[in-house]
């Protein structure tokens, strides 16, 4: 996490549907939080070490809390179940100020389509577009509705004329049928999508058999993709500051060899999610594995994630 922390209490926790709980937070000192943009998220402070990045989902222009929403995963590395089962209402914990890796873009209408805790930062981009009188459409799809967040929420909104929601339990009439929502939208409608990744890569996957266009589609992941790494190899990194070299061996990440050889990297997510310890690369190919890049910077090859990703070639010469 960065080092500019901000303590915040947890003044209300709430059970907002079947295993999400949302957690509004403030400042200790009754300050105003720092300004934030929809798409947005925050890095927290779990326990001891544990970071993890929860969107928020409040209306962008409070400044007075913060809220964010956190699935109960039970995969989870720590973080989700630390946050359901440990932080309640009148702990302090330690957040980042607020990035946005998936920010609005200007269009004429914008498609929402949001899968379960993915409705986090779509939210609140239904809550900014509402604000400034924008045109858009948003798709809220969940397993079923006792697993669906801020239902009574958004039915009360502005907007809630805007939201159609869809349920993999319920009438096949209501499910979400991408190819039509797709057909249905203006061609130039900039798509934002969130959610789980099968969710996402099945949206993506319709929208480019449709023909639209690359820079019109905007997507946040909220965990890694699951990698094959039977033939991970051992190859070798080389700071450019220093000339130090160091082996990677195929049981571990260039980030954990830079953290043992005392090579101060920013990092937080460890899953090429959040952007946190994105690094130039000077010399050499990346085996890109991230979540983060658009296909056109992977494909440049100028920064690669050392959380995650590896090497195609046998040295990568970094700007460390």
Do not use: W
Not at 36 to 49: L, P, T
Not at 180 to 191: G, T
Not at 299 to 309: D, H, V
């Amino acid at each position: 996490m960065s080092t500019n922390k901000i303590e915040v209490k947890v003044i209300n926790k709430v059970l907002e549907a079947q295993d999400i709980a949302s957690f509004e937070l403030a400042r200790t000192d009754g300050a105003s939080l720092p300004p934030f943009s929809a798409g947005s998220h925050i890095d927290v402070q779990v326990k001891g070490d544990i970071v993890r990045q929860y969107s928020l989902c409040n209306h962008p222009g409070e400044t007075h809390r913060y809220l964010i929403a956190v699935l109960r995963d039970p995969a989870s590395r720590g973080g989700s179940i630390a946050m359901h089962d440990q932080v309640q209402i009148g702990d302090v914990i330690s957040i980042s100020e607020p990035k946005n890796h998936f920010p609005l873009a200007p269009a004429k209408h914008a498609l929402l389509l949001a899968g379960g805790i993915g409705v986090t930062p779509i939210l609140c981009m239904a809550e900014r577009l509402a604000q400034i009188g924008a045109d858009f459409e948003m798709h809220y799809a969940a397993r079923s509705p006792e697993r669906m967040a801020f239902r009574k929420r958004i039915e009360s909104g502005a907007f809630a004329g805007r939201v159609h929601f869809h349920f993999d339990d319920g009438d096949p009439q209501q499910k979400l049928d991408v190819k039509k929502v797709l057909a249905d939208a203006p061609a130039d409608a900039a798509l934002y999508v969130c959610g789980p990744s099968g969710f996402i890569d099945y949206v993506i996957g319709a929208a480019q058999a449709a023909g639209k266009p690359a820079e019109t589609i905007h997507k946040e992941y909220f965990g890694a993709v699951l990698q094959t790494t039977a033939d991970d190899g051992q190859f070798q990194i080389k700071l450019a500051s220093s000339g130090a070299v160091y082996s990677v061996p195929a049981d571990k990440t260039v980030l954990e060899v830079l953290v043992e050889n005392g090579v101060d990297v920013p990092y937080s997510c460890e899953q090429g999610v959040c952007g946190t310890c994105l690094t130039r690369v000077l010399e050499g190919i990346p085996d890109h594995r991230d979540m983060y890049l658009s296909d056109e910077e992977q494909a440049q090859n100028a920064q690669f994630m050392p959380c995650c990703s590896r090497s195609k070639s046998t040295l990568l010469v970094l700007d460390l």
